[in-house]
Protein backbone atom coordinates (compact mmCIF):
# COMPACT_ATOMS: atom_id res chain seq x y z
CA UNK A 1 0.00 0.00 0.00
CA UNK A 2 1.08 3.67 -0.06
CA UNK A 3 -0.59 6.54 -0.20
CA UNK A 4 0.08 9.70 -2.94
CA UNK A 5 -0.44 13.84 -2.31
CA UNK A 6 1.45 16.85 -3.76
CA UNK A 7 3.84 14.38 -5.93
CA UNK A 8 4.94 12.74 -2.96
CA UNK A 9 4.78 8.59 -2.42
CA UNK A 10 4.35 7.31 0.99
CA UNK A 11 5.53 3.63 0.85
CA UNK A 12 3.41 2.01 3.58
CA UNK A 13 5.02 -1.49 2.85
CA UNK A 14 6.66 -0.92 6.06
CA UNK A 15 5.53 1.16 9.23
CA UNK A 16 6.20 5.12 8.81
CA UNK A 17 6.46 7.34 11.97
CA UNK A 18 4.18 10.26 11.84
CA UNK A 19 6.40 12.65 14.34
CA UNK A 20 3.84 15.05 17.12
CA UNK A 21 4.82 18.50 16.85
CA UNK A 22 3.65 19.71 20.26
CA UNK A 23 2.87 23.37 19.39
CA UNK A 24 1.19 24.65 22.55
CA UNK A 25 0.96 28.76 22.41
CA UNK A 26 0.25 28.99 26.02
CA UNK A 27 3.92 27.96 26.93
CA UNK A 28 5.32 30.39 24.68
CA UNK A 29 3.39 33.66 25.78
CA UNK A 30 5.42 35.92 26.01
CA UNK A 31 7.65 34.93 22.65
CA UNK A 32 7.11 36.79 19.51
CA UNK A 33 5.26 35.06 16.82
CA UNK A 34 8.73 33.98 15.02
CA UNK A 35 10.38 32.88 17.97
CA UNK A 36 7.47 30.32 17.97
CA UNK A 37 7.52 29.19 14.43
CA UNK A 38 11.59 28.84 15.19
CA UNK A 39 11.38 26.51 18.54
CA UNK A 40 8.91 24.41 16.12
CA UNK A 41 10.66 24.15 13.13
CA UNK A 42 13.69 23.32 15.12
CA UNK A 43 11.45 20.32 16.81
CA UNK A 44 10.19 19.37 13.12
CA UNK A 45 14.00 19.25 11.90
CA UNK A 46 14.73 17.35 14.96
CA UNK A 47 12.36 14.74 14.64
CA UNK A 48 12.61 14.19 10.49
CA UNK A 49 16.39 13.33 11.61
CA UNK A 50 15.12 10.75 13.65
CA UNK A 51 13.16 9.07 11.48
CA UNK A 52 9.52 10.77 10.81
CA UNK A 53 8.17 11.19 7.57
CA UNK A 54 5.43 12.71 8.45
CA UNK A 55 5.14 15.62 10.62
CA UNK A 56 1.22 15.69 12.57
CA UNK A 57 0.41 19.56 13.32
CA UNK A 58 -2.40 20.35 15.42
CA UNK A 59 -4.13 23.93 16.87
CA UNK A 60 -6.94 22.02 18.96
CA UNK A 61 -6.53 20.41 21.92
CA UNK A 62 -8.41 17.56 22.25
CA UNK A 63 -7.72 16.26 25.37
CA UNK A 64 -10.59 15.18 27.57
CA UNK A 65 -11.74 18.45 29.89
CA UNK A 66 -10.43 20.79 26.74
CA UNK A 67 -11.56 23.87 26.17
CA UNK A 68 -12.97 24.13 22.17
CA UNK A 69 -10.88 26.24 20.00
CA UNK A 70 -12.50 28.85 17.95
CA UNK A 71 -12.07 28.65 13.99
CA UNK A 72 -10.12 31.91 13.91
CA UNK A 73 -7.67 30.46 16.48
CA UNK A 74 -6.78 27.69 15.33
CA UNK A 75 -6.38 29.10 11.76
CA UNK A 76 -4.02 31.41 13.45
CA UNK A 77 -2.24 28.56 14.99
CA UNK A 78 -2.00 26.38 12.30
CA UNK A 79 -2.27 27.98 9.13
CA UNK A 80 1.63 29.73 9.62
CA UNK A 81 3.08 26.70 10.81
CA UNK A 82 2.05 24.54 7.92
CA UNK A 83 3.20 26.87 5.48
CA UNK A 84 6.42 27.61 7.58
CA UNK A 85 7.13 23.48 7.55
CA UNK A 86 6.19 23.36 3.80
CA UNK A 87 9.02 26.14 3.23
CA UNK A 88 11.73 24.30 4.89
CA UNK A 89 11.14 20.50 4.36
CA UNK A 90 9.92 18.36 1.96
CA UNK A 91 8.35 15.78 4.00
CA UNK A 92 4.62 14.77 4.48
CA UNK A 93 2.58 17.30 6.41
CA UNK A 94 -0.74 16.10 8.38
CA UNK A 95 -2.95 18.73 10.01
CA UNK A 96 -5.35 17.61 13.38
CA UNK A 97 -8.20 19.08 12.50
CA UNK A 98 -12.24 18.78 12.42
CA UNK A 99 -12.97 22.21 10.64
CA UNK A 100 -13.41 22.89 6.84
CA UNK A 101 -12.09 25.75 6.64
CA UNK A 102 -8.27 24.83 8.30
CA UNK A 103 -8.40 22.57 6.09
CA UNK A 104 -9.14 24.38 2.76
CA UNK A 105 -6.43 27.17 3.97
CA UNK A 106 -3.96 24.08 5.29
CA UNK A 107 -4.22 22.61 2.03
CA UNK A 108 -3.60 25.83 0.04
CA UNK A 109 0.09 26.38 2.06
CA UNK A 110 1.27 22.56 1.88
CA UNK A 111 -0.81 19.59 3.99
CA UNK A 112 -1.10 16.53 2.72
CA UNK A 113 -3.08 14.38 4.56
CA UNK A 114 -5.82 15.29 6.85
CA UNK A 115 -6.27 14.15 10.35
CA UNK A 116 -9.50 14.24 11.91
CA UNK A 117 -10.57 12.89 15.14
CA UNK A 118 -14.35 13.83 13.88
CA UNK A 119 -14.06 11.52 10.94
CA UNK A 120 -15.48 14.39 8.65
CA UNK A 121 -18.59 14.85 10.74
CA UNK A 122 -18.03 18.65 11.22
CA UNK A 123 -20.07 20.88 8.34
CA UNK A 124 -18.90 20.91 5.16
CA UNK A 125 -15.62 18.74 6.25
CA UNK A 126 -16.98 15.55 4.40
CA UNK A 127 -17.16 17.72 1.48
CA UNK A 128 -14.24 19.82 1.80
CA UNK A 129 -11.94 16.46 2.00
CA UNK A 130 -13.42 15.07 -0.73
CA UNK A 131 -13.03 18.37 -2.92
CA UNK A 132 -8.96 18.77 -1.69
CA UNK A 133 -8.60 14.85 -2.63
CA UNK A 134 -6.09 14.07 -0.36
CA UNK A 135 -5.21 11.11 1.93
CA UNK A 136 -7.71 11.38 5.01
CA UNK A 137 -7.81 9.96 8.26
CA UNK A 138 -11.00 9.03 9.81
CA UNK A 139 -10.98 7.98 13.43
CA UNK A 140 -13.37 6.67 15.76
CA UNK A 141 -14.56 8.62 18.69
CA UNK A 142 -17.51 8.13 20.94
CA UNK A 143 -18.91 11.35 22.31
CA UNK A 144 -16.89 14.51 22.31
CA UNK A 145 -13.64 15.29 23.66
CA UNK A 146 -14.69 17.15 27.00
CA UNK A 147 -17.07 14.14 28.34
CA UNK A 148 -16.15 10.79 26.37
CA UNK A 149 -14.22 9.24 29.15
CA UNK A 150 -17.53 9.86 31.24
CA UNK A 151 -19.17 6.37 30.48
CA UNK A 152 -17.93 4.59 27.21
CA UNK A 153 -20.62 1.60 26.28
CA UNK A 154 -19.94 -0.83 23.64
CA UNK A 155 -21.86 -3.74 23.00
CA UNK A 156 -19.02 -5.13 21.15
CA UNK A 157 -15.92 -2.58 20.65
CA UNK A 158 -14.00 -4.47 17.59
CA UNK A 159 -17.24 -4.32 16.15
CA UNK A 160 -18.89 -1.14 16.61
CA UNK A 161 -15.70 0.84 15.83
CA UNK A 162 -15.31 -1.36 12.38
CA UNK A 163 -18.78 -0.36 11.86
CA UNK A 164 -18.61 3.03 12.40
CA UNK A 165 -15.34 3.45 9.93
CA UNK A 166 -17.32 1.03 7.31
CA UNK A 167 -20.03 3.68 7.69
CA UNK A 168 -17.82 6.90 7.26
CA UNK A 169 -15.71 5.33 4.46
CA UNK A 170 -19.21 4.48 2.96
CA UNK A 171 -20.42 8.33 2.74
CA UNK A 172 -16.56 9.33 2.04
CA UNK A 173 -16.74 7.14 -1.34
CA UNK A 174 -20.31 8.18 -2.24
CA UNK A 175 -19.77 11.82 -2.46
CA UNK A 176 -16.76 11.29 -4.67
CA UNK A 177 -13.72 10.57 -2.64
CA UNK A 178 -11.51 7.99 -3.71
CA UNK A 179 -10.32 4.48 -1.81
CA UNK A 180 -6.58 5.19 -2.10
CA UNK A 181 -7.37 8.26 0.12
CA UNK A 182 -8.61 6.92 3.22
CA UNK A 183 -6.63 5.97 6.43
CA UNK A 184 -8.25 3.98 9.27
CA UNK A 185 -7.60 4.82 12.60
CA UNK A 186 -9.52 3.52 15.77
CA UNK A 187 -9.14 6.77 17.80
CA UNK A 188 -7.01 5.19 21.31
CA UNK A 189 -8.46 6.76 24.45
CA UNK A 190 -11.32 8.78 22.65
CA UNK A 191 -14.46 7.30 24.63
CA UNK A 192 -12.77 4.03 25.48
CA UNK A 193 -11.92 2.19 29.22
CA UNK A 194 -8.58 1.03 29.19
CA UNK A 195 -9.94 -2.75 28.59
CA UNK A 196 -11.69 -0.98 25.51
CA UNK A 197 -8.38 0.50 23.83
CA UNK A 198 -6.71 -2.73 25.21
CA UNK A 199 -8.78 -5.21 23.01
CA UNK A 200 -8.40 -2.88 20.26
CA UNK A 201 -4.90 -3.34 19.86
CA UNK A 202 -5.01 -6.71 20.13
CA UNK A 203 -7.59 -7.02 17.34
CA UNK A 204 -5.75 -4.25 15.13
CA UNK A 205 -5.60 -6.61 12.36
CA UNK A 206 -9.18 -7.05 12.29
CA UNK A 207 -9.03 -3.69 10.80
CA UNK A 208 -5.85 -3.46 8.48
CA UNK A 209 -7.11 -6.38 6.58
CA UNK A 210 -10.05 -3.96 5.20
CA UNK A 211 -7.77 -2.40 2.96
CA UNK A 212 -7.18 1.19 4.05
CA UNK A 213 -3.67 1.33 6.09
CA UNK A 214 -4.49 1.81 9.61
CA UNK A 215 -2.95 4.90 11.68
CA UNK A 216 -2.29 3.98 15.39
CA UNK A 217 -2.08 6.72 18.05
CA UNK A 218 -1.48 5.18 21.48
CA UNK A 219 1.60 7.65 22.57
CA UNK A 220 2.14 8.54 26.07
CA UNK A 221 -1.78 7.73 26.51
CA UNK A 222 -3.68 7.18 29.77
CA UNK A 223 -4.54 3.40 28.59
CA UNK A 224 -0.36 3.04 29.18
CA UNK A 225 -0.39 4.87 32.69
CA UNK A 226 -3.36 2.55 33.83
CA UNK A 227 -1.31 -0.31 33.19
CA UNK A 228 2.16 0.82 34.28
CA UNK A 229 0.94 3.04 37.04
CA UNK A 230 2.96 5.86 35.86
CA UNK A 231 2.75 9.64 34.73
CA UNK A 232 2.35 10.60 31.05
CA UNK A 233 6.87 11.62 31.40
CA UNK A 234 7.43 8.10 32.66
CA UNK A 235 5.52 6.46 29.32
CA UNK A 236 8.06 6.42 27.07
CA UNK A 237 8.85 2.76 27.31
CA UNK A 238 5.29 1.84 27.17
CA UNK A 239 4.63 4.14 24.12
CA UNK A 240 7.48 2.58 22.17
CA UNK A 241 6.11 -0.70 23.37
CA UNK A 242 2.57 -0.04 22.28
CA UNK A 243 3.55 1.30 18.81
CA UNK A 244 5.50 -1.91 18.28
CA UNK A 245 3.13 -3.91 19.07
CA UNK A 246 0.26 -1.86 16.67
CA UNK A 247 2.65 -2.67 14.19
CA UNK A 248 2.95 -5.88 14.21
CA UNK A 249 -0.84 -6.50 14.35
CA UNK A 250 -0.90 -4.24 11.10
CA UNK A 251 -0.91 -0.78 11.96
CA UNK A 252 1.62 1.66 8.81
CA UNK A 253 1.60 4.81 10.23
CA UNK A 254 2.15 4.89 13.98
CA UNK A 255 1.86 8.55 15.49
CA UNK A 256 4.23 9.18 18.03
CA UNK A 257 6.05 11.72 20.09
CA UNK A 258 9.09 9.83 20.99
CA UNK A 259 10.22 9.50 16.96
CA UNK A 260 14.03 8.21 17.45
CA UNK A 261 13.19 5.51 20.34
CA UNK A 262 9.85 4.10 17.63
CA UNK A 263 12.63 4.33 15.20
CA UNK A 264 14.95 2.19 17.14
CA UNK A 265 12.03 -0.64 17.88
CA UNK A 266 10.80 -0.74 14.59
CA UNK A 267 14.34 -1.18 12.91
CA UNK A 268 14.99 -3.99 15.52
CA UNK A 269 11.57 -5.39 14.53
CA UNK A 270 12.16 -5.44 10.73
CA UNK A 271 15.66 -7.08 11.25
CA UNK A 272 14.15 -9.69 12.77
CA UNK A 273 11.17 -9.41 9.84
CA UNK A 274 14.01 -9.80 7.08
CA UNK A 275 16.05 -12.29 8.72
C1 LIG B 1 -5.87 12.61 25.32
C2 LIG B 1 -6.43 12.02 24.22
C3 LIG B 1 -4.77 13.37 25.22
C4 LIG B 1 -5.85 12.21 23.03
C5 LIG B 1 -4.17 13.55 24.01
C6 LIG B 1 -4.73 12.98 22.90
C7 LIG B 1 -4.90 10.96 18.00
C8 LIG B 1 -4.99 11.98 17.07
C9 LIG B 1 -4.80 12.80 19.05
C10 LIG B 1 -4.99 9.60 17.56
C11 LIG B 1 -5.21 10.47 15.35
C12 LIG B 1 -2.61 13.04 21.68
C13 LIG B 1 -4.07 13.09 21.63
N1 LIG B 1 -4.75 11.48 19.23
N2 LIG B 1 -5.14 11.76 15.76
N3 LIG B 1 -4.92 13.14 17.74
N4 LIG B 1 -5.13 9.43 16.23
N5 LIG B 1 -5.37 10.21 14.06
O1 LIG B 1 -2.10 12.06 22.24
O2 LIG B 1 -4.94 8.62 18.31
O3 LIG B 1 -1.95 13.95 21.18
S1 LIG B 1 -4.73 13.97 20.32
Request: net charge negative; with cysteine; charged share 20%.
Amino acid sequence: MKLQANNKVLDLSHPQIMGILNFTPDSFSDSGQFFQLDKALFQVEKMLNAGASIIDIGGESTRPNAQEVSEQEELNRVVPLVEAVRKRFDCWISVDTSKAMVMSESAKVGMDIINDIRALQEPDALTTAVKLALPTCLMHMQGQPRTMQANPYYKNVVEDVLEFLQNRTALFLQQGGKAENVIWDVGFGFGKTVQHNFTLLQQQARFAVQGYPVLAGLSRKSMLGAVLDKTVEQRLIGSVTGALLAAQNGATILRVHDVAETADALKIWQAMMNA
